[in-house]
């Protein structure tokens, strides 16, 4: 038996392996899905955006378990693989030609989790020559449009915290990885990291 684990940066020494045991044992009906987020509220584990670290911590669950430390309830869902596709849109396609000054003001709207968000996943499907793919990670989804007909998509999404290629490419060996990430303040619910 480990004296403490180390899990995505934070260790967790026997007193709170013994604290996620009797979550589980106080909880017989609770899923793991539950579990974590009862963990999460007791542990205080959130995100710089306020949202619960339930998915890290679902992580944490799994890793101890396999370790045989804990014993969580069987899974009860299993996910029915990859998200299904995005669905045709039909798009305003009438050429956008001419210079920038004859198209007016552009106007650039933020689409993740809004309704508008279906037609940048359909537009990005069926023009894109990757085709759509949920990003990795805290991202962030814009159209772009001119006089009503959206011209563009544009998507952002968060950097890999690991990539070793990268890593080696730069020079970073684990501590200087470690030394050199830097988290900037949140802004608006998202904390941006460079690294």
């Known amino acids: 038996m480990a004296i403490e684990w180390k899990y995505r940066g934070r260790i967790f020494n026997l007193a709170e392996i013994e604290s996620i045991r009797r979550l589980i044992v106080a909880n017989p009906e609770a899923s793991r899905w539950a579990l974590s987020r009862k963990l999460c509220e007791i542990w205080d584990w959130k995100q710089p955006n306020g949202a619960l670290r339930d998915m890290v911590c679902r992580g944490l669950l799994l890793m101890l378990e396999r370790a045989g430390e804990i014993q969580l309830p069987p899974v009860r869902r299993r996910p029915q693989g ?13 050429p956008a030609c001419g210079p920038l000054s004859e198209l007016g003001l552009l106007t650039i709207e933020q689409v993740r989790r809004t309704p508008q968000e279906a037609l940048f996943n359909g537009l990005i499907e069926q023009y894109h020559y990757l085709c759509y793919e949920q990003p990795v990670g805290e991202h962030l989804k814009y159209l772009v449009s001119a006089k009503g007909q959206v011209i563009a998509c544009l998507a952002w999404s968060s950097s890999p915290r690991h990539l070793g290629c990268r890593d080696r490419f730069i020079g970073w060996g684990m501590e200087a990885r470690r030394r050199n990430i830097i988290c900037w303040p949140t802004i608006r619910g998202f904390s941006f990291c460079r690294g």
Do not use: G, S, Y
């Open 82 to 94: 990859r998200l299904a596709k995005p669905k045709p849109v039909v798009a305003d396609d009438r």
